[in-house]
């Protein structure tokens, strides 16, 4: 059954704490809905209406863009364990870039990542909870090591000459307001 909160508690923290994926959903007025996987060590919930998520370079940049159109986020956390859960926070985001000057405190907290762009700091003002039944049961192996040989191999100055092709624009023609 379905249950609303207007804070993450500290037993939903906890359970997010756990989590090796979440989902980003975010959409502009126009064009198509943007639902994109995140792995990695790459989320912090930073109080009862805060959570702050570490974006790496990627084939595109569609949540930036469409929070420029429309400031607002869903992030999805399912349990493929034992315990069924679904958990989604609704709110919306600032994001920061490494010429902000909260980037440093923000980006710390976090392990370094190679082609980090971005970090999102969610504003959470609705908490949902379902009961997750169908959600499948799944073990985690490990995270991937692609991403980070794959910024290695680019280089800083191959990431910023990708970042400025894939990354600029969403696929509906949006800036994406990425600073390189």
């Not at 923290?13 to 989902?23: N, P, Y």
């Not at 805060?50 to 929070?67: C, I, K, Q, Y």
């Not at 999102?120 to 991403?147: H, I």
Request: aromatic fraction near 10%; include cysteine; hydrophobic fraction near 40%.
């Amino acid at each position: 059954m379905a249950q609303q909160y207007d804070q993450i508690s500290d037993r939903l923290a906890e359970f997010i704490s756990r989590q090796h994926v979440f989902f980003v959903g975010t959409a502009a007025r126009d064009g198509r809905v943007n639902v994109s996987p995140k792995g990695l060590d790459s989320l912090r919930v930073l109080g009862p209406n805060r959570v702050v998520w570490l974006n790496g370079t990627g084939s595109g940049n569609e949540t930036a863009a469409h929070l420029r159109e429309v400031n607002r986020m869903t992030l999805m956390f399912c349990s493929f364990e034992r315990q069924p859960l679904i958990l989604r926070l609704f709110g919306t985001a600032t994001e920061h870039q490494s010429d902000d000057p909260q980037w440093a405190e923000l980006s710390g907290l976090f392990p370094p990542m190679l082609g980090a762009r971005q970090v999102f700091d969610v504003a959470v003002d609705l908490v949902l909870t379902s009961c997750g039944y169908g959600v499948p049961f799944m073990d985690f192996e490990g995270d991937r090591p692609v991403m980070e040989s794959w910024a290695r191999k680019k280089g800083p100055d191959g990431l910023l000459d990708y970042q400025r092709e894939k990354n600029t624009v969403s696929l509906d023609g949006f800036p994406t307001g990425l600073r390189v």
